[in-house]
C-alpha cells in the first residue's frame, strides 16, 4: 500500500515539476521517499530536483543510488549532465559510454557525448558523433547541431551543405540566421540578405538577426539601412550598450566623429566598464 502511495506521490511530483513548479514537486518527492526508499524512479526525480537547484554534488549521489538500484542508462546520463556541471568532463563522458553498453541506441547519451565534446574543444569528435545520429535518424536538430560545430572551425561551405540538407520551413529562423552567416563570410552578401530577412519573417524582434542583417548592409556598403536596422533594435530594446557601440564603430567610419561620441557616451553611461566602447572612446579622445 505504502508503495503504490509513493508511486502516486512521485508521479504527483513529476507533474508539478514539468510545471516549473518545484517546491510542490519536492514535497511530493519528499513524501514518496519516506514511503519508499528504493524506488530508483523517486532517487531520480529527487536527483533531477537537485540539478535543477544547481546543487549538482547532492543531485549527482541521488542518480547514483538510483542507479544502485537499477541499471538504467537514463540514470547514468543524469548522473553525467551533473558531472559536467561540475567541470568532471572526462568522468561524464564515461558515464555517457557506460549509458551507451547498457543500451548502444541511446540517443540522449550520444547526443551528450557531441554536446561535451563540442564544450570541450574536441570538435572533430563533436562532429563524427554528430554526422552517426544522422545516419541514424537524419533529424534538423542533429544537422543543426553539426553545421554549428562545422562554424565553430570556420568551414562555412560545409556547415551551408549541411544545413541545406534540411527542409527549412516555417518557424525555422535559427536555421536561416545560420545559413545568412555562413553567405556572409562568404561574401555571398545578397544570399545572406535574403537568409537573414526569412529569420527576421519568422521572429522579427529577435536581435541577432537583426544585427546580422544590418552588419550585412554595412558590408554591402548601405550604410543608411545598416544604421536603421541598428537604431531598431534600440527601439526595441533601448538599453542595449552593444549596439550603441556598433553604432558608434559605423559613425567613427563615416567620419562623423561627433555621432560617434554621442553613442559611446550613450553606451558608458549605461556600461561604464564595456570594453570595446572604452577603447573608441580613448581613441576618439586622443585624436581631439
Same mark, same amino acid.
Request: charge should be negative; include cysteine.
Given at each position: 500500500?505504502?508503495?503504490?502511495?509513493?508511486?502516486?506521490?512521485?508521479?504527483?511530483?513529476?507533474?508539478?515539476?514539468?510545471?516549473?513548479?518545484?517546491?510542490?514537486?519536492?514535497?511530493?518527492?519528499?513524501? =514518496?521517499? /519516506? !514511503?519508499?526508499?528504493?524506488?530508483?524512479?523517486?532517487?531520480?526525480?529527487?536527483? @533531477?530536483?537537485?540539478?535543477?537547484?544547481?546543487?549538482?554534488?547532492?543531485?549527482?549521489?541521488?542518480?547514483?543510488?538510483?542507479?544502485?538500484?537499477?541499471?538504467?542508462?537514463?540514470?547514468?546520463?543524469?548522473?553525467?549532465?551533473? !558531472?559536467?556541471?561540475? &567541470?568532471?568532463?572526462?568522468? =561524464?563522458?564515461?558515464?555517457?559510454?557506460? $549509458?551507451?553498453?547498457?543500451?548502444?541506441?541511446?540517443?540522449?547519451?550520444?547526443?551528450? @557525448? =557531441?554536446?561535451?565534446?563540442?564544450?570541450? &574543444?574536441?570538435?572533430?569528435?563533436?562532429?563524427?558523433?554528430?554526422?552517426?545520429?544522422?545516419?541514424?535518424?537524419?533529424?534538423?536538430?542533429?544537422?543543426?547541431?553539426?553545421?554549428?560545430?562545422?562554424?565553430?572551425?570556420?568551414?562555412?561551405?560545409? $556547415?551551408?551543405?549541411?544545413?541545406?540538407?534540411?527542409?527549412?520551413?516555417?518557424?525555422? =529562423? !535559427?536555421?536561416?540566421?545560420?545559413?545568412?552567416?555562413?553567405?556572409?563570410?562568404?561574401? +555571398?552578401?545578397?544570399?545572406?540578405?535574403?537568409?537573414?530577412?526569412?529569420?527576421?519573417?519568422? +521572429?522579427?524582434?529577435?536581435? /541577432?538577426?537583426?544585427?546580422?542583417?544590418? %552588419?550585412?548592409?554595412?558590408?554591402?556598403?548601405?550604410? /543608411?539601412?545598416?544604421?536603421?536596422?541598428?537604431?531598431?533594435? @534600440?527601439?526595441?530594446?533601448?538599453?542595449?550598450?552593444?549596439?550603441? *557601440? /556598433? @553604432?558608434?564603430?559605423?559613425?567613427?567610419?563615416? &567620419? +562623423?566623429?561627433?555621432?560617434? *561620441?554621442?553613442?559611446?557616451?550613450? $553606451?558608458? $553611461? %549605461?556600461?561604464?566598464?564595456?570594453?570595446?566602447? !572604452?577603447?573608441?572612446?580613448?581613441?576618439?579622445?586622443?585624436?581631439?
Amino acid at each position: 500500500m505504502d508503495k503504490e502511495k509513493a508511486i502516486a506521490l512521485n508521479n504527483e511530483g513529476a507533474s508539478h515539476f514539468l510545471n516549473k513548479e518545484f517546491d510542490k514537486a519536492l514535497e511530493c518527492y519528499k513524501q =514518496a521517499y /519516506e !514511503l519508499d526508499s528504493k524506488n530508483s524512479s523517486i532517487l531520480n526525480n529527487l536527483g @533531477l530536483y537537485y540539478h535543477q537547484e544547481k546543487d549538482f554534488q547532492k543531485a549527482l549521489e541521488f542518480f547514483e543510488s538510483a542507479q544502485s538500484i537499477e541499471k538504467k542508462p537514463h540514470f547514468l546520463v543524469n548522473g553525467g549532465h551533473s !558531472l559536467a556541471m561540475m &567541470g568532471m568532463y572526462e568522468d =561524464a563522458a564515461m558515464r555517457y559510454k557506460q $549509458a551507451l553498453k547498457l543500451d548502444p541506441d541511446h540517443k540522449s547519451a550520444r547526443v551528450s @557525448l =557531441a554536446h561535451l565534446a563540442t564544450h570541450t &574543444g574536441d570538435l572533430k569528435k563533436a562532429i563524427v558523433i554528430w554526422k552517426e545520429l544522422m545516419e541514424v535518424v537524419p533529424d534538423n536538430t542533429y544537422a543543426i547541431e553539426l553545421a554549428k560545430v562545422y562554424m565553430q572551425i570556420k568551414d562555412w561551405e560545409k $556547415a551551408l551543405k549541411n544545413l541545406h540538407r534540411i527542409e527549412v520551413s516555417d518557424g525555422d =529562423a !535559427l536555421a536561416w540566421r545560420m545559413i545568412g552567416q555562413c553567405e556572409y563570410q562568404l561574401k +555571398n552578401f545578397g544570399m545572406a540578405q535574403k537568409a537573414f530577412k526569412m529569420a527576421l519573417a519568422e +521572429n522579427p524582434d529577435e536581435v /541577432e538577426s537583426r544585427q546580422h542583417l544590418a %552588419i550585412n548592409y554595412l558590408a554591402m556598403g548601405d550604410w /543608411e539601412e545598416g544604421i536603421r536596422q541598428l537604431e531598431m533594435i @534600440l527601439r526595441m530594446d533601448p538599453e542595449n550598450h552593444q549596439i550603441m *557601440t /556598433e @553604432l558608434a564603430v559605423v559613425y567613427l567610419g563615416k &567620419g +562623423n566623429m561627433d555621432k560617434a *561620441t554621442t553613442w559611446l557616451e550613450k $553606451a558608458l $553611461a %549605461i556600461k561604464p566598464d564595456f570594453p570595446k566602447a !572604452l577603447r573608441y572612446k580613448q581613441m576618439l579622445d586622443s585624436n581631439q
